[in-house]
T-cell receptor, first 113, second 113 residues
Framework: DAGVTQSPTHLIKTRGQHVTLRCSPISGHKSVSWYQQVLGQGPQFIFQYYEKEERGRGNFPDRFSARQFPNYSSELNVNALLLGDSALYLC????????????FGQGTRLTVV | GESVGLHLPTLSVQEGDNSIINCAYSNSASDYFIWYKQESGKGPQFIIDIRSNMDKRQGQRVTVLLNKTVKHLSLQIAATQPGDSAVYFCAENSGAGSYQLTFGKGTKLSVIP
């Protein structure tokens, strides 16, 4: 069975640019969440989407946005990139909106130079 | 909220011994908890979960204990193997209408062959 897949795996961008990260959840999972993990820390919650609607948002600026498509895949967009946005971006999918096991993808390593 | 730091607590154990990793969670309203294992360069891997109406749950070689009185979780790994070497995170979900996992600071487990 395919797990959570994310693309690309690595990305290098310049300050001020825009980036789009993609995530395909486990088949049958309707909830997709995005997390940012900087080196040496635990993942930080950015967004949750369930049934194509935003269900939760973490403490991130409006430069961060996301959406979920009818097939439950998701995109994370970040505008006006800053050096501090360099991190591992993780996508997690789960069967239900809450209280169910969340499975993570391998992440996208974003480096902003 | 959570506290995170650049220097992870480290636990070194001899191969074959049992490991106990501890975690203090922050939100008394949290009703669902997950332990994750994260190897270098990879996304967090689901190990085991537990709901707040339980005190103990067992999986294959792992046991999670929950003490709601002192807001404490522990992960016990039996007969620790070199492949268990990784960073372990506990995560809590408040379940308040969204699926937002708050991660602990992580513990680095090193298994000595």
């Amino acid at each position: 069975d395919a797990g959570v897949t994310q693309s690309p795996t690595h990305l290098i961008k310049t300050r001020g640019q825009h980036v789009t990260l993609r995530c395909s959840p486990i088949s049958g999972h309707k909830s997709v969440s995005w997390y940012q993990q900087v080196l040496g820390q635990g993942p930080q919650f950015i967004f949750q989407y369930y049934e194509k609607e935003e269900r939760g948002r973490g403490n991130f600026p409006d430069r961060f946005s996301a959406r979920q498509f009818p097939n439950y895949s998701s995109e994370l967009n970040v505008n006006a990139l800053l050096l501090g946005d360099s991190a591992l971006y993780l996508c997690a999918s789960s069967l239900r909106r809450e209280g169910a096991a969340a499975f993570f993808g391998q992440g996208t390593r974003l480096t902003v130079v | 909220g959570e506290s995170v730091g650049l220097h992870l607590p480290t636990l070194s154990v001899q191969e074959g011994d049992n490991s106990i990793i501890n975690c203090a969670y922050s939100n008394s309203a949290s009703d669902y908890f997950i332990w994750y294992k994260q190897e270098s360069g990879k996304g967090p891997q689901f190990i085991i979960d537990i709901r707040s109406n339980m005190d103990k749950r067992q999986g294959q070689r792992v046991t999670v204990l929950l003490n709601k009185t002192v807001k404490h979780l522990s992960l016990q790994i039996a007969a620790t193997q070199p492949g268990d070497s990784a960073v372990y995170f506990c995560a809590e979900n408040s379940g308040a209408g969204s699926y937002q996992l708050t991660f602990g600071k992580g513990t680095k487990l090193s298994v000595i062959p």
